[in-house]
């Protein structure tokens, strides 16, 4: 079992919001000490950070690993090894694979090839209706035992509200987390980018923001009626963060998340027609863009994912509206989201809060802080280093990524989920 101790740290710690120098000693797969200024003597194996941030592990909701049905995109050991080279070590797997992961004998296919071949944690989440098609809802209450966290269609809006209502119900009486895809699916069906000035000259079909706003506001109404815990994946827009903010304050049991495209991104950058810039829900505006920054800051929006999504040359390399949505990020998400660090929009406690801390709790896991008796899943990195993102270079199968040839800044130096490396940048 590892002993180690790092020291010349900079902790970041997401639970008191605190970035300070310090040390950590971590005993048997756990954190076991930590403190400030010289690390004590110890016979645990000294690992030196040089000054570099040591922060919890990032636990990362809504990651597609194509398996099964479509390995060629993406298979448990690339995802796994794209996640430790981005300092994710934890991923939570979508369902929206071929078939769906809608049955415990499908869910104990992923969970073993996952336990065999990723080097990093693996959560796996269940379709929440049966095919995703949104008409009869899974057997929950198996799938839960057979070890699915979270139950959601993914990008697949429930259409029934009756049948999403009696799975909410359902879910409820099980304790089990419900992750939906805030959208008006009539009103977003075959949209390629988000309506006004930018689509209408660049001839895209556009969905309104409002689509978004409806799709949570009819979410809301159903929690108000069952009680149940929720999770909206995605949200993306200003208009629908005042709801978001009353059904908080009224107690519902909702949390909410967004990516680090919508992040760091804005409807502008597909000027080109750059299908890698096609994810779903479409880049929004910039105004949009800074209020769910201001969202994130504040703690209205929860957690910060990748929304990692492989897609190959040939669903790619089609007309903007004809391309598969969607792009890799599991290695990218942290020095992206670096971009708002290193702008001033966000420091580094509050980035950290959203990408481990509170997916872990949402998920009643006990990782994502630096506090004793946590699990020793960490991440070392540099937050200052500058490189050139050359797709080619990512492990993920597929290399649909919209940053390529971008300038970023920050690399992980090393990875380690429960004490054992897993990871380090040569």
């Known amino acids: 079992m590892t002993n180690l101790i790092f020291t010349n740290a900079r902790l970041i710690d997401p639970e008191t919001g605190t970035d300070s120098p310090g040390w ?24 030196d950070c040089d000054g570099k941030c040591l922060a919890p592990g990032i636990v990362d909701i809504g990651v597609k690993v194509c398996e099964p049905g479509e390995r060629h995109k993406e298979s448990y050991k690339t995802a796994g090894l794209a996640a430790a080279a981005g300092g994710v070590t934890t991923i939570v797997t979508r369902p929206d694979t071929t078939p769906a992961i809608d049955t415990p004998e499908s869910l104990e296919f992923v969970t073993r090839r996952a336990q065999s071949d990723s080097p990093v944690n693996v959560l796996p989440m269940a379709a929440l209706t049966k095919g995703r098609d949104g008409r009869e809802m899974t057997e929950i209450g198996f799938l839960q035992d057979a070890g699915a966290v979270a139950f959601t269609d993914c990008d697949h809006v429930v259409l029934n509200t009756k049948v999403f209502s009696r799975a909410l119900t359902y879910a409820r009486s099980c304790g089990a987390l ?3 895809h ?16 930018f689509a209408t000259l660049r001839g895209l079909p556009a969905v309104s923001p409002m689509a978004e706003r409806m799709g949570l506001d009819r979410d809301i109404a159903l929690l108000e009626m069952t009680g149940a815990k929720y999770h909206a994946d995605q949200i993306t827009t200003a208009r629908a963060l005042p709801a978001l903010e009353r059904a908080k304050r009224n107690g519902l049991g909702i949390t909410a998340g967004t990516s680090v495209h919508h992040l760091t991104l804005n409807e502008l950058d597909v000027a080109d027609y750059r299908t890698f810039f096609k994810v779903k829900p479409p ?8 209020a769910v920054i201001e969202a994130v800051q504040s703690g209205l929006i929860d957690t910060i994912s990748s929304m990692h999504t492989p897609q190959d040359e040939e669903s790619k390399r089609l007309p903007f509206e004809e391309a598969a949505s969607g792009a890799v990020a599991l290695e990218t998400l942290l020095p992206a989201v670096l971009r708002l660090y290193h702008a001033g929009y966000l420091d580094l406690p509050t980035l950290f809060r959203a990408m481990a801390l509170n997916p872990a709790k949402r998920l009643g896991l006990d990782s994502g802080r630096l506090s004793q008796g946590a699990p020793a899943d960490l991440v070392l990195f540099d937050p200052d280093v500058p490189f050139v993102l050359d797709r080619f270079s990512l492990k993920s199968k597929s290399q649909n990524t919209p940053f390529d040839g971008q300038r970023m800044q920050g690399k992980v130096t090393a990875t380690y989920v429960a004490g054992q490396e897993v990871y380090r940048r040569a």
């Open 24 to 47: 950590l000693r971590v005993t048997n797969g756990r954190i076991a000490a930590r403190g400030e200024g010289d690390a004590p003597t110890t016979e645990a194996k000294a690992i």
């Open 178 to 180: 419900v992750i939906a």
């Open 182 to 197: 805030p959208q008006e699916p009539t009103l977003s069906s075959g949209a390629a980018a988000t309506s006004g000035k």
């Open 283 to 290: 880049l929004r505006s910039e105004d949009d863009r800074l």
